[in-house]
């Protein structure tokens, strides 16, 4: 069971008419999922449109190796919008990367929503705009910036305070994923961070970063 509290709690909803929310509510399906579990494949015929409510996915194309990150969702994220709307397959897969709770709704039901609540079409719509604008700007990032700027904005980003260990809180093929590239091309930067000095391997996916200015000129590119 969903609730109309949970929904609340998320920005998609903020500024949603009155109605909109009790009337997604009646008509949700709760679908849990657990880590590394599909929700749905590339080339499959959509179930409808999801709504993240716990946990994380990670939607992905490509297979083995070659597997590049799309977009990742969490709490208030949302799935499914294209093939449901455009026709057609899901164009990637959806993976779980922890236990995940999200509500579905069919298109029967988005429909019949819709009917009792127009405003509905308006809050989709902008969550896939919000999506849109997100990989628009991702695909900014990957033509113009080398792996080595992305991988050092990522372990920047995995600081918390003035720390200088960083945990990367994923496997390299995963992180491959993240930063649109291969496994093969992660490991040698790392390796290459850590011959410079830059950084400082601890075991464990976690790094002591020692050269911090320099990692902040890589981010931005200053850096070869």
């Known amino acids: 069971m969903i609730s109309v509290r949970e929904l609340e709690a998320f920005e998609l909803f903020r500024n949603a008419p009155a109605g909109v929310i009790p009337a997604l509510v009646s008509r949700g399906l709760a679908v849990a999922v657990q880590p590394n579990e599909v929700m749905f494949l590339a080339g499959s015929k959509p179930r409808g449109w999801y709504i993240v409510l716990e946990g994380r996915v990670r939607v992905v194309r490509g297979s083995g190796s070659r597997q590049h990150l799309i977009h990742t969702e969490g709490p208030g994220g949302t799935l ?3 093939p449901l709307f455009a026709g057609g397959t899901h164009p990637a897969t959806a993976i779980a990367a922890e236990p995940t709770r999200c ?3 069919t298109r029967e039901a988005l429909e019949a929503a819709i009917g009792e609540v127009p405003a509905i079409a ?7 705009a919000k999506r849109v604008r997100h990989l628009v700007d991702r695909l900014d990032g990957r033509s113009a ?3 080595q700027s992305r991988l050092a904005e990522f372990l920047l980003q995995q600081r918390r305070g003035a720390s200088a260990i960083v945990s990367v809180g994923m496997t390299q093929q995963a992180l491959a994923e993240e930063l649109g590239t291969v496994r093969e091309v992660v490991s040698r930067e790392l390796r290459g961070l850590a011959r410079r000095g830059w950084l400082e391997p601890m075991g464990g996916g976690r790094y002591r970063l020692r050269e911090i200015a320099r990692l902040e000129e890589a981010a931005s590119g200053e850096a070869v």
């Open 122 to 128: 308006f809050v989709v719509a902008a969550a896939l």
């Open 103 to 105: 509500v579905l709704f």
């Open 145 to 147: 910036r080398s792996v």
């Open 80 to 82: 499914g919008e294209v």
